[in-house]
Structure formats: structure tokens, C-alpha cells
């Protein structure tokens, strides 16, 4: 049974920086590309970040280059997501995602499995 857990989010002002980890277990970890999404209220889900299994490959949204870096550590199973310099417009429900593939994918239906959520809040 794939499991993936989501932990980091809370309440950071404008400006400030979070770390997300995301946990997974269930599945050859390696052998997933990784992805993060967000969805705040009454939007959509969207892409965030995705990094290859080999940690060779990383994309970013626009909105958030420069200012989010992923990245992973497979021997512990884990990838993170280090926010700095954040906006109120990056307020949302923060998911980790697994795809079994090579190339990062962007697209939400991509992935395979999902872990619950964290949220994110950012006071102005």
C-alpha cells in the first residue's frame, strides 16, 4: 500500500520561508518521479514543482522560480520543497505526488498517487 505524508506547512508571514517534506513508503521510491501541487480555495489544483527519481530533472511553475527549490533524498524516501520569499498568493493546500515515470509530468491526472495535504498559510 503506497502512502505518501505530507508534513511543514503552518502560518508564515509574507516574505518568509517553509519547508515541506513528503514521506513515501509502499513503493521503489527511485523509481518515481515526484511532484508538488497546490490548490487554495475555489481553484483549481496546479502544478508546483517536480523533480525526476534520479533528482536529475527539475521543473518549476513560473510563479514559483527562484523562490521554491525540490529536491529529494531517496535512501531516506523522502522529498522536500524549501518555500523562501512567500507571497499570500502561495497560501494553499500543499500535496506531494508520485508518478511512475521518467520525465516529470505537470499535469495533475499524471500522477498515481497522492498524499493528503498540508496547508499553507501566509499572512500579509
Known amino acids: 500500500q503506497v502512502q505518501l505524508v505530507e508534513s511543514g506547512g503552518g502560518l508564515v508571514q509574507a516574505g518568509g520561508s517553509l519547508r515541506l517534506s513528503c514521506a513515501g513508503s509502499?513503493?521503489?521510491?527511485?523509481?518515481?518521479?515526484m511532484g508538488w501541487f497546490r490548490q487554495a480555495p475555489g481553484k483549481e489544483r496546479e502544478f508546483v514543482a517536480a523533480?525526476?527519481?534520479?533528482?536529475?530533472?527539475?521543473y518549476y511553475a513560473d510563479s514559483v522560480k527562484g523562490r521554491f527549490t525540490m529536491s529529494r533524498d531517496n535512501a531516506k524516501r523522502t522529498v522536500y520543497l524549501q518555500m523562501s520569499s512567500l507571497k499570500p498568493e502561495d497560501a494553499a493546500v500543499y500535496y506531494c505526488?508520485?508518478?511512475?515515470?521518467?520525465?516529470?509530468?505537470?499535469?495533475?491526472?499524471?500522477?498515481?498517487?497522492w498524499g493528503q495535504g498540508t496547508q499553507v498559510t501566509v499572512s500579509s
Open positions: 505526488a508520485a508518478d511512475q515515470a521518467v520525465v516529470p509530468k505537470i499535469t495533475p491526472h499524471n500522477y498515481d498517487f
Open positions: 509502499g513503493l521503489t521510491f527511485g523509481s518515481y518521479v
Open positions: 523533480v525526476s527519481g534520479n533528482g536529475g530533472t527539475r
